[in-house]
């Protein structure tokens, strides 16, 4: 019923920039918390950053100062903005997104696809 598809991934030198996006899709009212998520090889999936619906956002401590998350509810897609990019950052990045559905009005969690982002030189 709601997907959501993630773009901006990539090969990056060290201290290079990224942009994100997750474009959701379907049978959405009103998305309330999005998220970003990653998860290296051999690593469980970590939060990087979230932002609510009214804007509040939230940053792991091993990116802040570095990306920022923002949305555009308009359009429906979220943004992770990730600049002084270390090999550490290396990881599948999720989107994830709380979604109020308009069949129900019920609210369910959703993750994208992943993409990869690979910082190396």
């Known amino acids: 019923q709601v997907q959501l598809v993630e773009s901006g991934g990539g090969l990056v030198q060290p201290g290079g920039s990224l ?3 997750c474009a959701a ?14 998860q290296a090889p051999g690593k469980e999936r970590e939060l990087v950053a979230s932002v609510s619906s009214r804007g509040i956002t939230n940053y792991a401590d091993f990116v802040k100062g570095r990306f920022t998350i923002s949305r555009d509810n308009a359009k429906k897609t979220g943004y992770l903005q990730m600049n002084g990019l270390k090999p550490e950052d290396t990881a599948v990045y999720y989107c994830n997104a709380d979604v109020t559905l308009f069949s129900s009005f019920a609210s369910y969690n959703y993750w994208g696809q992943g993409t990869q982002v690979t910082v190396s030189s």
């Open 25 to 38: 899709s379907g049978n959405i009212f009103s998305i309330n918390v999005m998220g970003w998520y990653r």
């Open 19 to 21: 942009r994100l996006s």
